[in-house]
């Protein structure tokens, strides 16, 4: 079956699972980046604070919650945009992971599969459209964020930092970064809620799942960042639209203050959700929720940004 069809198929039936599949291949080399990336204006200062981490009333990854004093740190306001990557790119001359493996992450009607020539400028294959520019880059995996927000004279987030700013950095316990619901309703004065008069505040799986997404939210895949509105930091897409890589590993948080030395199976966290993420799944897209790959995975779903200063 043609690769579109099956994708096709997929966004009108069934998504499979949003476990991440890791990328095979031989091991990237080490690309030289010398020249910054263009993210002039993009920087939100997060304030510091005390942060409790987790939620109690999460999935088990999510407990237990523990507080985290956090020192002020710069923050980009959206996901990194496949424009940004490909000034990046043409900058630097950095080939990604995908590109070097020959394949990328994709999820279609039968699963998981690794689709030859998927990268960042086709995420879902050659077959497919170009990615949009005002879209969160995808399809790089951690080493590529890590190299592009080096170059961007910042860092990948640790996960600590990513939900501090995501709670508005004063320890906001209300589920999602914009509050507390996913979907607000305007009042036409009859006190009546009508499809139409549905506000969406993320990009995330509408409909049932897995077997429609009626794209209610006006999206079946990525969207533009920022389309979605700010939080009250001013930072767009914190939940829905496309996972983030962060800098840590990721660890159940009972050990976190156990020793720990990474190892070629060890995972990297990743928070916000994604475009897949529904309540009867993962719910991904509440600020305290969490995902997992390792370094080299790229996927169609997973994009990131970068941050700066203390960490």
């Given at each position: ?71 002020p ?9 496949v424009?940004?990557?490909r ?10 992971e ?56 910042g860092?990948?987030p ?5 939900e501090?700013?995501a ?16 979907v ?7 006190h ?13 799986w509408t ?10 939210d006006?999206?079946q895949?990525?969207?533009?960042v ?13 939940g ?15 050990e ?6 990474p190892?070629p ?10 475009f ?14 969490r ?13 990131f940004?970068?941050?700066r200063?203390?960490?």
């Amino acid at each position: 079956m043609p690769r579109l069809v099956a994708l096709a198929l997929f966004l009108l039936a069934a998504c499979g699972t949003e476990e991440t599949a890791p990328a095979s291949g031989p091991p990237a080399e080490a690309a030289s980046v010398a020249a910054p990336a263009d993210t002039s204006g993009v920087w939100v200062d997060v304030p510091g604070g005390r942060t409790t981490i987790g939620s109690e009333d999460g999935l088990p990854q999510e407990q237990p919650t523990f507080e985290a004093d956090v020192p002020p740190f710069g923050l980009m306001r959206s996901p990194v945009t496949v424009a940004q990557f490909r000034a990046f790119v043409e900058r630097t001359g950095y080939v990604t992971e995908a590109e070097r493996f020959g394949s990328g992450t994709v999820l279609t009607q039968t699963g998981w599969h690794l689709v030859p020539g998927a990268s960042w400028h086709h995420a879902l294959g050659p077959d497919g459209p170009p990615a949009p520019d005002d879209h969160p880059v995808t399809q790089v995996s951690w080493n590529d964020a890590a190299a592009y927000c080096e170059a961007a004279g910042g860092r990948l987030p640790t996960e600590v930092e990513w939900e501090h700013a995501a709670r508005n950095a004063r320890d906001d316990r209300r589920p999602y970064a914009w509050g507390d619901s996913l979907v607000t309703h305007d009042h036409d004065g009859s006190h009546e809620r009508h499809e139409a008069e549905a506000h969406y505040h993320a990009n995330t799986w509408t409909g049932t799942f897995p077997t429609r997404n009626t794209a209610a939210d006006g999206y079946q895949l990525t969207s533009p960042v920022g389309a979605f509105g700010e939080t009250d930091l001013g930072l767009t897409d914190l939940g829905g639209n496309v996972w983030e890589w962060t800098g840590s590993w990721y660890r159940p948080y009972g050990e976190r203050d156990q020793p720990f030395t990474p190892t070629p199976a060890s995972e990297r966290v990743q928070r916000g959700g994604s475009f897949l993420c529904h309540p009867s799944y993962c719910h991904g897209y509440r600020v305290s929720a969490r995902s997992h790959a390792t370094p080299e995975s790229s996927l169609f779903h997973v994009g990131f940004r970068c941050a700066r200063g203390a960490g």
